[in-house]
């Protein structure tokens, strides 16, 4: 029923390197993305952007981030709030203090801003090793959201601590419509996932797996344990940085540091581990998740008409969040990712499977 | 000078005592399962509610009992519905899995006993302790909340080292510890020893919740307390209950000393909108100690084959 791949011979070393070397593949995903881009804008309305699109989006970018770090290269992270704030206050400085720098130029900065200091909290990394790494990354998610929070001139001497931003604009087109935001954000999540899916399987991708798989190991075949942890770092620290910035500016508008704390990281890393720790798709599908989850969760009581209490009504949500993770990885700890492999795979045979 | 200094240090051993009492839980069950147990802060709160709420209609004494009847119950279905259907995953995925079991805690612990600020009421004295009068002016501050907890700790290890070293439990205890498999095939009922030690640290959890919430009252942030006794258990080593209580009083007087001594010159040089760097000391602390030693103070030393 589903397509296959025979008959798809490759002739080149071109062919033999695409990304996706079948041609059903290529084609579902360009069309994905041409609905996405030009399909959704028709139909989706204020509330699908802001609550949904936008928010999995970014969101997806910060998981590609930490998946690179923990999935691909295995240094298990608990600091990808503190990075994603990085992010936020580099671009906001930025913008507040040069005014006239291109937006891409802004986000970047914040990118390369959470890269550095990214590779200075992954220097641990290359004496500290697994759970002792985890707890050691959670120094730099409480540092820096304590940094954000008490130092007054990366909030420009606000003196409730929280910060806004004006109006954003690229190229003499303002983004201030969902609908635009929704586009830029995917522009931006399109990019940064083809830039991912290269480096994965490339030279860097493959150290970093070797890494992750056993680092004596490769460290004996000859990989940098140093150059190969802390290029994760920055990769991962960069991506997750870039999406610190775009939930700021394009998601939030105003923050404070509080919007960055530990459950955000905690957020991220459930993201990867439901969505599939080492594959880019799963960050897509653990992002989409975790999104939309909760707001399923809180609109149930209204769905089965009964009436609770706001408080009550976030008790069972935490509950139900909690019970649906454990039944997740009961029931496939490799997540979503997995999922969607298996049921790919026995669709090629159906409904033949002999 | 000194007279401050060394009250700020003995509240800090103090409070380091009662990080000890929750690091202790994660210690147990790491020990003998391999699993890092982020829901010990849930467990802890989930206890100090149960306490609470039952000693509001009974004897404390019979709210305890109870209260030790609901943990075993709760490591009885962790073990069940939870741990049981894990077996043999990676250690990041129990991870996340105790994760889940944190978030569940916390809600069902608030919807069954509710979520306002609770009390416990030990019938301890209240009025600090003056000591050492004698040697400086006004003499050195204790809570006897404190003093107590730290008793009861020191109690709590020595029955618990005792409990390892000498009952029969015990050595099956050390022995999965050491090898899951080679403790499975000399017999050890693997399921029977993990249930024991998620009732032992729910234990610990309602023993660590009972001083907490007399301290400071139950309420939700009662389980954010985990994530202050994480570097505690890096910092001692995570397999080593000596650790945890050496790391609690390393952390607890170094916090303290810190938001003394280190946080007025921080504000003066950075000039920062207050101080609080409680929040982040304990990590760099613990985090500059495990550049030294990568296994913690007392860790097993790892060692890594190709």
Redesign the interface.
């Known amino acids: 029923m589903f397509y296959r791949e025979v008959g798809q011979f490759k002739t080149s070393y071109d062919a033999d390197e695409a990304i996706f070397p079948i041609a059903q593949d290529r084609w579902s995903v360009i069309v994905l993305i041409a609905f996405a881009s030009l399909g959704v804008p028709l139909f989706a309305g204020q509330y699908l952007y802001t609550e949904v699109l936008i928010p999995v989006l970014i969101l997806s970018i910060a998981a590609i981030g930490l998946n690179i770090l923990t999935g691909y290269c295995g240094q298990l992270s608990l600091g990808s709030g503190g990075f994603m704030a990085v992010g936020a206050y580099a671009a906001y400085n930025l913008a507040l203090r040069l005014p006239e720098t291109n937006i891409i130029l802004v986000f970047l900065f914040a990118g390369v801003m959470a890269m550095l200091v990214g590779l200075l909290f992954g220097l641990p990394s290359l004496r500290i090793k697994g759970f002792y790494l985890a707890v050691a990354t959670l120094a730099s998610q409480f540092f820096l959201e304590w940094a954000f929070a008490r130092v007054k001139w990366f909030t420009n001497y606000a003196p409730s601590g929280s910060v806004a931003v004006g109006r954003i604009e690229l190229f003499g087109i303002p983004i201030d419509t969902p609908g635009k935001t929704y586009i830029f954000v995917l522009a931006i999540t399109v990019v940064l996932t083809l830039a991912a899916k290269n480096l994965v399987r490339g030279r860097i991708g493959r150290m970093w797996m070797a890494i992750r798989d056993m680092d004596i190991a490769a460290e004996i075949i000859g990989i940098r344990p140093l150059h190969a942890k802390l290029s994760a770092f920055a990769v991962s620290s960069f991506y997750i940085g870039v999406a610190g910035a775009l939930w700021a500016f394009l998601r939030l508008g105003s923050w404070e540091p509080l919007a960055f704390d530990v459950n955000r990281s905690f957020q991220v890393l459930f993201m990867i581990i439901i969505g599939g720790l080492g594959t880019l798709l799963g960050s897509f599908l653990g992002a989409a998740f975790i999104v939309l989850v909760p707001i399923f969760l809180n609109q149930l009581p209204s769905w089965l008409g009964i009436a609770m209490s706001t408080a009550m009504i976030s008790h069972i949500e935490f509950m139900l969040f909690g019970a649906m993770i454990v039944l997740f990885l009961i029931a496939e700890p490799h997540g979503l990712a997995r999922l969607w492999a298996i049921g790919k795979e026995k669709l090629r045979l159906w409904p033949f499977p002999y | 000078m000194l007279g401050p200094v060394l009250e700020t240090l003995i509240g800090g051993l103090m409070t380091g005592v009662l990080y000890s009492l929750v690091a202790l839980g994660f210690v147990l069950i790491f020990k003998a399962s391999g699993v890092?147990n982020f829901a010990q802060g849930a467990m802890v709160l989930f206890a100090a509610l149960s306490l609470a709420r039952l000693s509001e209609f009974m004897p404390l004494v019979l709210a305890f009992a109870f209260s030790v009847l609901i943990m075993i119950a709760l490591a009885y279905a962790i073990e069940f519905?939870?741990l049981r259907?894990?077996v043999n995953?990676?250690?990041?995925?129990l991870?996340?899995?105790t994760?889940?079991?944190?978030?569940?805690?916390?809600?069902?612990g608030?919807?069954l006993w509710g979520?306002d600020i609770y009390k416990i009421g030990l019938g301890l004295p209240t009025n600090p302790i003056f000591i050492l009068e004698s040697v400086f002016p006004g003499g050195l501050l204790i809570d006897p909340v404190e003093l107590i907890a730290a008793i009861i700790c020191a109690v709590m290890v020595l029955v618990l080292a005792v409990f390892f070293q000498v009952t029969r439990v015990g050595r099956a205890l050390r022995a999965v510890a050491d090898d899951h498999q080679a403790a499975q095939s000399v017999g050890i009922p693997l399921n029977q020893i993990w249930l024991m030690v998620w009732a032992v640290s729910g234990l610990v959890a309602l023993v660590a919740g009972m001083m907490w919430g007399a301290k400071l009252g139950v309420q939700f942030s009662l389980s954010l307390i985990a994530?202050k006794a994480?570097?505690v258990?890096?910092l001692g080593g995570?397999t080593s209950i000596p650790g945890a209580i050496v790391g609690g009083l390393i952390i607890g007087a170094g916090e303290k000393l810190a938001e003394v001594l280190l946080a007025p010159v921080l504000i003066r040089t950075?000039?920062?909108?207050?101080?609080?760097?409680e929040?982040?000391f304990a990590?760099?602390l613990?985090?500059a100690f495990?550049?030294v030693r990568?296994?913690?103070l007392f860790g097993e030393r790892?060692i890594?084959?190709?």
């Open positions: 890092f519905l939870v259907h894990l995953q990676e250690g990041i995925i991870f996340m899995a994760l889940g079991i944190a978030y569940f805690l916390e809600g069902f608030q919807t979520s994530l994480l570097p258990l890096i995570l950075f000039d920062l909108a207050g101080g609080g760097i929040n982040w990590y760099v613990a985090l495990l550049l990568p296994q913690g790892i890594e084959r190709v």
